[in-house]
């Protein structure tokens, strides 16, 4: 399903976070094997309504990227590790929908957040790789994915926000993140000034 998703035209579903410019970027995850670059079709009505729309597709989604990662096993001159892949088509599916849009795009991160929440330490690799691909995205969206990632979920029960731990932050990519840092900074130097 992911493959032929990823074939369709899901522009309508778009939007760009800066405002006033309509024209989108083009999705570098749409699949390579259409012709020209061009999508075949629309995306349907009763499909789009499943994938965008009704978030337990998402949620089982997510939830089964722990047991579809299929290890790889390298040998280093130090030492002998495992290499966790998350299932590719999983990942091209969520970075191709959550492409220039924002409310997939927190569907997708308020998902892998709560598992990140709730997975012991030996499950949280490949919820962790899916999270590091989605922040990585080059879109307009990237810089508020980020923030909403680093403040955590809402918890319904307290009406507090869950952070996300120590460990995901560590693993997170470091330009990435001085990138955004640096960006602060030059806005509040701007503001105060």
């Keep these: 399903m992911s493959q032929l998703v990823c074939c369709c035209d899901v522009s309508s579903k778009c939007q760009s976070a800066v405002e006033g410019q309509d024209i989108m970027l083009p999705n570098p995850y749409a699949e390579a094997s259409c012709q020209g670059g061009e999508p075949l079709m629309p995306l349907q009505p009763a499909v789009a309504d499943l994938v965008f729309q009704r978030y337990n597709y998402l949620k ?3 939830e089964e990227a722990n047991s579809q990662v299929r290890t790889t096993e390298e040998d280093s001159w130090q ?3 495992k290499c966790f892949i998350p299932q590719e088509d999983t990942r091209k599916l969520l970075q191709f929908c959550s492409w220039e ?3 997939f795009s927190h569907a997708v991160l308020h998902e892998l957040l709560w ?3 709730i997975a012991y330490t030996h499950e949280l690799r490949p919820y962790l790789d899916l ?3 989605i922040l990585c995205m080059e879109d307009s969206w990237q810089t508020i994915r980020i923030q909403k990632s680093l403040r955590g979920i809402p918890d319904d029960h307290t009406a507090r ?3 996300i731990s120590y460990v995901t932050i560590r693993r997170m990519p470091t330009p990435l993140f001085l990138q955004y840092i640096i960006g602060c900074h030059r806005q509040k130097r701007k503001t105060s000034a």
């Design 131 to 133: 999270l590091f691909h």
């Design 79 to 81: 030492f002998h590790c």
């Design 115 to 117: 598992q990140i929440a």
């Design 101 to 103: 849009n924002p409310t």
């Design 60 to 62: 089982k989604l997510i």
């Design 161 to 163: 926000y869950v952070p």
